[in-house]
């Protein structure tokens, strides 16, 4: 915990922080026998082109069900993982496990679009990870084009030959990329011109202030004009109300997702849903599904 802190940082320690480093400690405890228990899931979430009202996509999430803790957000679990390196284990299987899910996909018929997941900086960063990548498509043989990988601003900013290299090497294989959580990290924006990325995630953070916020506005039409003059597929995140669909796509974003179409669900609950979506978002789905 004191880590997280910075080095040079004198701080008194209180007992919110003992309180808070023994729940890390003890979280990170459980988190080592969490794959051998089988306590990681995908959640899947849809991602709909707007113009055309179809489904383009899903990401992939990973939940936690602790014997222990219940189900644990990743927002809390993923950055202990990172700190004690049990992030590498649990991305490649996050990264097999969609695999597999598309797979069975493909075996069932269900249509052909691509499942998204989420890189995070360390894995990338393993001389390996390609090799990963190719291993987990050629085990399940799904295509390429069937997997793309979100990756975060502190990933691809990195101004080295090897991580140039390795995000060439996985556009020349066909696998997309995306920017995720665009706006929130450090950008330098000249760094996009040289990228082979093809999609721009817009933070939700920005989308839902987007009707009662002047600035978060601003922030989301500057993002969507420069994407679409990049020629980039912008997908807006936290998409919760009909109107905002509208704004957005006004602004000339492509792709929504967020709870107005659907909460992140297990694979079945997705295809099930999936099988009755009409184009429309959450208010029409749940009366065209009420039961007496
Ligand atoms: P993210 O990749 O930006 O994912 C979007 C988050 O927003 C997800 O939170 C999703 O459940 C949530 N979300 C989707 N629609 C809405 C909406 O309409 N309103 C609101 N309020 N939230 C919405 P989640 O699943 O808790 O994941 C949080 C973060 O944890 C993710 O942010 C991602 O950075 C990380 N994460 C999740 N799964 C993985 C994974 O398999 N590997 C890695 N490295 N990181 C992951
Ligand atoms: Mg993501
Ligand atoms: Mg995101
Ligand atoms: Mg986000």
């Not at 990195?158 to 706006?183: C, N, P």
């Not at 000249?190 to 817009?202: M, T």
Request: negative net charge.
């Amino acid at each position: 915990y004191a880590k997280s802190q910075g080095r040079n940082n004198c701080q008194l320690f209180s007992p919110r922080m003992a309180e808070l480093a023994e729940e890390s400690l003890s979280l990170e405890h459980a988190l080592r026998t969490a794959a051998d228990r089988d306590e990681f899931i995908l959640y899947y979430q849809p991602q709909i082109e707007m113009a055309t009202r179809k489904l383009v996509g899903v990401e992939a999430l990973i939940r936690w069900n602790s014997q222990q803790f219940g189900m644990v957000s990743p927002a809390k679990f993923i950055r202990i993982a990172e700190e004690c390196g049990l992030i590498l284990q649990m991305g490649d299987w996050v990264l097999r496990e969609a695999c597999r899910q598309r797979a069975e996909w493909n075996l069932a018929g269900v249509a052909d679009f691509p499942i998204a997941v989420n890189v995070s900086a360390l894995q990338f960063r393993q001389p390996e990870f390609i090799r990963r990548v190719e291993e987990a498509l050629q085990i399940y043989g799904i295509s390429t084009t069937q997997l793309e990988l979100e990756l975060t601003e502190s990933i691809v900013m990195h101004e080295s030959g090897a991580t140039a290299a390795a995000l060439r090497r996985l556009r020349d294989m066909g696998v997309a990329l995306s920017i995720d959580d665009f706006g929130t990290g450090y950008s330098s924006l000249g760094y996009l011109k040289h990228l082979p990325i093809q999609k721009l995630k817009v933070d939700g953070a920005f989308v839902r202030g987007i009707e009662s916020d002047k600035a978060d506005r601003a922030i989301v039409e500057a993002i969507v004009s420069l994407g679409r003059a990049l020629d980039l597929t912008l997908v807006a995140e936290g998409v919760e109300q009909r109107s905002t669909i509208t704004v957005l796509s006004k602004l000339g974003c492509h792709v929504a997702q967020g709870y107005y179409y659907c909460r992140p669900l297990p694979a079945e609950e997705f295809v099930s849903w999936f099988s009755q979506f009409n184009g429309e978002g959450k208010r029409q789905f749940q009366s065209a599904t009420v039961t007496p």
